[in-house]
């Protein structure tokens, strides 16, 4: 297979995942582990949490929201609880995926679920962080993030959106996402989508796609 192009998400993929500070917070709250993810699982397309993806709400009008959904199932957290969790910590390794990548030719896409909260993409909360957020997102041909485009993985209109603005056919294109719900349509297109729970497995689905046996990209 010849691939032309490659697409990140960012959260849980360049960065690590929001998932895991959720479960600090659980834990620090005596709460169920992965209380939050259920939360959000619950009307998936209609809930705080996808309205806040599409910029349908404001961040006062989600931690609002988000806290009468947490009662009603049981538990005690606001919508700004989660917000401060969801800049994750920047992995290295696949940012030189990202510097390699562009080295060898390929285009690069990145497709987001975010909100607008904190400085940049990322959502981050500090200048220092927010430009080196920035500096990676510069990286990439083309960026859609759910809360400006206001559609969200994993409505299949956002990945046509990509493979329109990067003019590549979906058979031309790997998919890297943490989460298996937003590979699925990938997939469904004719993309090449790796499901990522790690960086070194990310790195190694990756080089097995693009047909790569050495260690890639070296290490310094």
Sequence with gaps: MSFSAVIFDFGGVITSSPFEAFNR??????????CVRRINAADPDTNAWARFERAEIDAAAFDIAFAAEAQALGFEIS??????????DVRPRMVAALDALKADGFTLGCITN????????????D???????????ARFDHVIESSKAGVRKPDPRIYAMMCEALDVAPEACIYLDDLGVNCKPAAAMGMAAIKVTGEAQALADLRALLGVRDEWPAKD
């Design 127 to 137: 200048d220092a962080r927010a430009a080196e957020i920035a500096a990676i997102m």
């Design 79 to 88: 919508g700004s609880d989660v917000i401060g969790c969801l800049a994750g």
């Design 114 to 125: 975010n909100v607008r909260a904190g400085r940049g993409s990322a959502m981050v909360f």
């Design 25 to 34: 917070l659980e834990a620090q709250r005596g709460l169920p582990r992965d």
